[in-house]
Structure formats: C-alpha cells, structure tokens
C-alpha cells in the first residue's frame, strides 16, 4: 500500500522546515492555474511570467510565515494576484507603446475553429478594457471560480467589495458583448444578464 501524497499544507511545512525538494512539487501542483490567473490580469505574456517568478520567490521567502488559515491555494493566490497588481502599476506609471503585429500567415483552420477564437478575443477584449479593480474580482470570481470571501481575502477587500465591483463590471460587459447574444440587435443589452453570478 502507497503512501498517501503530501497535501499542500504538509509540502509548505515540509519547506519551511528545510526539505529541499517540497516548494518545487508545491509549484508544480499549481504552476498552470496560476499562470492562468497571472495571464488574465496583466494581459502580457512576458509581463505574467515575471510577475509569477516574483511571485514564487515572495512565497518561497514567506513560507515559513503561512498560518493555515487559509487554504495554501488561496494564498498562493494572493501572492500571485499582488505581484501582477504591482506590475500593472509600474506600467501604468511607465506607458509603453505595443509594436503592431507584422504576422499575416495564419494557419487555415476550420470555420468554427476561426469563429470561436473571434469570440474568446473578443471576450479578451472586453475584459481587457474594464478597469483593474473590476477586472480582478471577476477573473478570481467568473473566471477562475473562486467564492466571493475567498476572493476578498485574496484582495485585502471587503466582500461587500468584492460583489460591487464584480456587479459594475458585469454590467459593463453585459454591455459591450451584449451582440454575442443579440446579433440582431447590437444596441440591447440583454435585461436577464444583471443576474447573472447573484449570490456568489
């Protein structure tokens, strides 16, 4: 009979208490999901990657500090989320002008394969233009699925906060891909579509 795996908790402790291996299986466990959460709130490839490596070096440093208060995902989480804010705000103090995308080949791909892509990028494209105090409450939250508290917890915010905000931004997506459900009718905004994520 195998032993059971370690949990995260178990990996952290092991870290902290100086086994050399724990933190790499802790990062491998998660890596992706991050990434993932990283990817969606600075919307740079390059910028992601960066904030993750700050990320996991803060979490490597802080390990022995975790107090099991909250589940090792949801602070890994935090520290992920807090990297990537303050590398938004670098930028934003530092505006940079994107260099236009000189790439006309394509691979031919099937009609529906274009169609859905058009609609993940517009989707992209409208996350992308709801301000950050929106935009990351609703990746955590819509996105990657995590409740309401554990997103305030995440954010340092209230969880009064944390719904408003996803309810202002909900709203403003409601209104800018309000064609993909009304392709008749660009101007209306569906009335059924400020329910959606009630209670969350």
């Not at 070096?57 to 099991?68: L, N, P, T």
């Not at 009064?160 to 008749?184: D, E, F, I, W």
Request: proline fraction near 6%; charge should be neutral.
């Amino acid at each position: 009979m195998t032993a059971a795996a370690p949990t995260d908790a178990d990996l952290i402790a092991a870290h902290a208490a100086g086994d050399p291996h724990a933190f790499n299986e802790l990062v491998r466990r998660h890596r992706d999901r991050m990434w993932a959460v990283a990817l969606r709130t600075v919307r740079d490839p390059e910028e992601a990657a960066d904030a993750l490596q700050d990320a996991f070096i803060s979490a490597f440093r802080a390990a022995s500090d975790f107090r099991a208060e909250s589940q090792v995902t949801t602070w890994l989480h935090r520290i992920v989320v807090n990297a990537c804010l303050d590398r938004v705000r670098r930028r934003q103090a530092r505006p940079t002008v994107p260099l236009p995308d000189t790439s006309h080949q394509e691979p031919a791909v099937p009609r529906d394969s274009v169609s859905e892509r058009e609609t993940r990028l517009v989707i992209k494209d409208a996350l992308d233009q709801l301000p950050e105090e929106q935009r990351v409450p609703i990746v955590l939250v819509d996105v990657e699925g995590y409740s309401v508290a554990e997103t305030a917890q995440m954010l340092g915010i209230a969880q009064g906060t944390v719904k408003s905000r996803c309810a202002r931004g909900r709203a403003k997506l409601a209104k800018l891909l309000g064609h993909l459900r009304n392709p008749s009718n660009e101007g209306d905004v569906p009335t059924h579509e400020s329910k959606h994520g009630e209670g969350r």
